[in-house]
């Protein structure tokens, strides 16, 4: 049966997942084909609703929820080599629901909600040579809960929730520190993931204004042809989730639904336009993002429950 249009797609009854059902497979365990996860060394400090971006081999979390000396403002860097973490320079203003992307020796933060309260255009950007931030051209239109990525030189950013969901495809180029507009998502959601491989742009899952309306959309965006279409809908519906590409497939992680956290982790191959599951999560967890350094996937911190609640210190690793 052909998959329902995107318009209505949101209001099918949503089932409820209970996210502990498929935790019970041994920590460190692993499958034939699923690979397995393991722990590495803790944060220093816990975080949720927090950015993550790779740059140079670090991976980076970038303010969120969870305390701490500089609260919202916490910037947290881990070398993948050494398996060490240390804290840098923070924001220059507190954020949570921030984008965040490392581009050609730099990393950039888009929007958010700041903790003064609500979205945010402004943009940064974090020189590790020197530890410091400077601020960049703002985003066009302001938002929290973007999603991002990096495609030909130029930073992607997508959707987002100003009070309600986004369908704002706007892109920075950091060559001339300008915006251009792209073709807008076909509906409006935040909370969601973005992938590049092949060329392309894969928007997926992600909510319709609150995560009662979580949607199993993925959408692959052609640059050349600034156009969207309707790829093979995810199995899970679920927002607030980790993306990332890996080993040619885009990996789906985690996210939130009313009353509970996934444990999922879903893979969709472009070349075959299918979905597979991989090895879930050792516990659930939403609200953060996932980088790869060489042939493993790093996802640190990350809500344990539904919310802003419960922000975690984990940086689990995983591999095929």
């Not at 959601?189 to 993925?218: E, Q």
């Not at 996802?299 to 690793?317: H, K």
């Amino acid at each position: 049966m052909p998959a329902a249009p995107h318009n209505v797609a949101f209001r099918a009854k949503l089932g409820f997942v209970v996210a502990a059902a498929s935790a019970a497979i041994l920590f460190g365990a692993s499958s034939a084909d699923g690979g397995h996860w393991r722990d590495a060394a803790r944060m220093p400090l816990p975080r949720t609703e927090d950015g993550v971006g790779e740059l140079g081999g670090l991976i980076y979390v970038v303010g969120g929820f969870g305390g701490g000396d500089f609260g919202e403002r916490s910037v947290q860097a881990y070398d993948a080599k050494s398996d060490v973490w240390k804290v840098l320079a923070p924001l220059p203003q507190g954020l949570n629901h921030a984008g965040v992307a490392g581009y050609n020796g730099k990393l950039y933060v888009f929007g958010g909600f700041a903790d003064s309260g609500g979205a945010t255009a402004r943009c940064e950007a974090y020189d590790p040579t020197s530890d410091r931030w400077r601020a960049i051209a703002p985003m066009p239109t302001k938002r929290g809960a973007p999603a991002v990525a990096v495609l030909d030189g130029k930073i992607h950013v997508v959707g987002g929730n100003d009070g309600s969901s986004l369908t704002a495809h706007e892109v920075y180029d950091p060559a001339s520190n300008t915006w251009s507009a792209r073709k807008a998502l076909p509906v409006g959601r935040d909370h969601m993931g973005l992938v590049a491989i092949g060329g392309k742009l894969y928007a997926l899952a992600g909510r319709i204004d609150t995560h009662a309306h979580n949607t199993d959309f993925n959408d692959e965006y052609d640059p050349v042809s600034n156009s969207w279409r309707e790829r093979a809908r995810m199995p899970t519906r679920r927002s607030g989730v980790a993306a990332v590409a890996y080993s040619g497939r885009a990996l789906v992680i985690g996210g939130e639904l009313p009353g509970g956290v996934f444990v999922d982790n879903e893979a969709y191959d472009p070349k075959t336009d299918s979905w597979s599951s991989l090895a879930p999560l050792p516990a659930g967890r939403h609200g953060t993002g996932a980088a790869v350094v060489g042939d493993k996937l790093y996802l640190p911190a990350g809500g344990a429950v539904e919310g802003g609640g419960r922000p975690t210190d984990t940086m689990w690793v995983f591999s095929l």
